[in-house]
């Protein structure tokens, strides 16, 4: 029962590099979200997606990308990293609102990125 | 617009004590849901409670209680003997039918031995 699988955990970038997290569920949500978590501080949303094909900006969404081709993958990319991009960066995913009594965002382990 | 206000940025209790966590939210929805989340140092988040908002009725599992009022629009989280291992980031969180979920800056507890 694997949930929610992001990766890579810990990850060093060089200012302008790019990359990519990965996310994967495999409870065939249809909501899926990226959040990050800024030391010391909540979690704010970057970009989420209702459904396959469908991708929305959140709070933060400024220096990333995200498609969702699949109802499994919602990869997250950087392209062009910055400082202001160290963080920590949470997937979730959650049920569709149709079955809102299961309305919980089931949240991957993070993946701690430091950019220098 | 939605918003989740944790006033308490941090607390430290000596083990035993009771300890409550304050949560008060905004939202226009009639509809939604309320979370409590734990993330312990390890830093996963864990999945405490959910609540919808047309269930006021308290809720306690174990040592741990939550006290939902519409009229203040609070959702307060109290853990009763705290023990070292309840040391751990929480966050109360608010979500809709269809949207996403907002969370508030979180809590520090500390439990001391």
């Known amino acids: ?116 | 617009a939605q918003k989740v206000t944790q006033a308490q940025t941090e607390i430290s209790v000596v083990e035993k004590e009771d300890v409550t966590l304050d949560c008060v939210y905004e939202t226009r929805d009639t509809t939604y849901y309320l979370f409590w989340y734990k993330q312990p140092p390890s830093g996963e988040l864990v999945f405490l409670i959910r609540r919808n908002s047309f269930d006021e009725q308290n809720e306690i599992s174990g040592r741990y209680s939550w006290n939902f009022q519409k009229s203040t629009s609070s959702f307060n989280f109290t853990i009763t003997a705290s023990q070292v291992v309840d040391s751990a980031v929480y966050f109360c969180a608010l979500g809709h039918y269809g949207q996403n979920f907002v969370f508030g800056p979180g809590t520090r507890l500390s439990v001391l031995p």
Not at chain 1, 81 to 101: D, G, I, K, M, R
């Open chain 1, 1 to 116: 029962n694997a949930g929610v699988t992001q990766t890579p955990k810990f990850r060093i970038l060089k200012i302008g590099q790019s990359m990519t997290l990965q996310c994967a569920q495999d409870m065939n949500h249809n909501y899926m979200y990226w959040y990050r978590q800024d030391p010391g501080m909540g979690l704010k949303l970057i970009y989420y997606s209702v459904g396959a094909g469908i991708t929305d900006k959140g709070e933060v969404p400024n220096g990333y990308n995200v498609s969702r081709s699949t109802t499994e993958d919602f990869p997250l990319r950087l392209e062009l990293a910055a400082p202001s991009q160290t963080s920590v960066y949470f997937c979730a995913s959650s049920y569709s609102p149709a079955l809102a009594e299961n309305t919980e965002a089931f949240f991957g382990q993070g993946t701690r990125l430091t950019v220098v």
